[in-house]
């Protein structure tokens, strides 16, 4: 059974540094794609940053880039989401998420039950 549990959210104020981490069972995280999403209230569910199963390559929404950093251990079974220089925008609900493939659609079919972000003075 593929679960995803994610950690690490919590209040935090502008410019500073949080890390989620995104723990899954049922299936080893390295051989697939993984990504992280947020949902801010009142708007639509976007796509944050993604990691690819082959060679690792990253991907990230232009509001993130150079600012977020994705990750995975292998090992551990765990990828994380290293947030910098925060901002009250990046205020969220996020979620990890897979398909269990070698791609990741923009609707993956297995998703966490979300950690809450809140970047506030």
């Known amino acids: 059974q593929v679960q995803l549990v994610e950690s690490g959210g919590g209040l935090v104020q502008p410019g500073g540094s949080l890390r989620l981490s995104c723990s899954a069972s049922?299936?080893?995280?390295?051989?697939?794609?993984m990504g992280w999403f947020r949902q801010a209230p009142g708007k639509e569910r976007e796509g944050v940053s993604s990691?690819?199963?082959?060679?690792?390559?990253?991907w990230y929404a232009d509001s993130v880039k150079g600012r977020f950093t994705i990750s995975r251990d292998n090992a551990k079974n765990t990828v994380y989401l290293q947030m910098n220089s925060l901002k009250p925008e990046d205020t969220a609900v996020y979620y990890c998420?897979?398909?269990?493939?070698?791609?990741?659609?923009?609707?993956?079919?297995?998703w966490g039950q979300g950690t809450q972000v809140t970047v506030s003075s």
């Open positions: 998420a897979t398909d269990v493939a070698y791609y990741l659609t923009s609707n993956p079919d297995y």
């Open positions: 049922g299936f080893t995280l390295g051989y697939y794609s």
């Open positions: 990691i690819s199963s082959s060679d690792g390559s990253t």
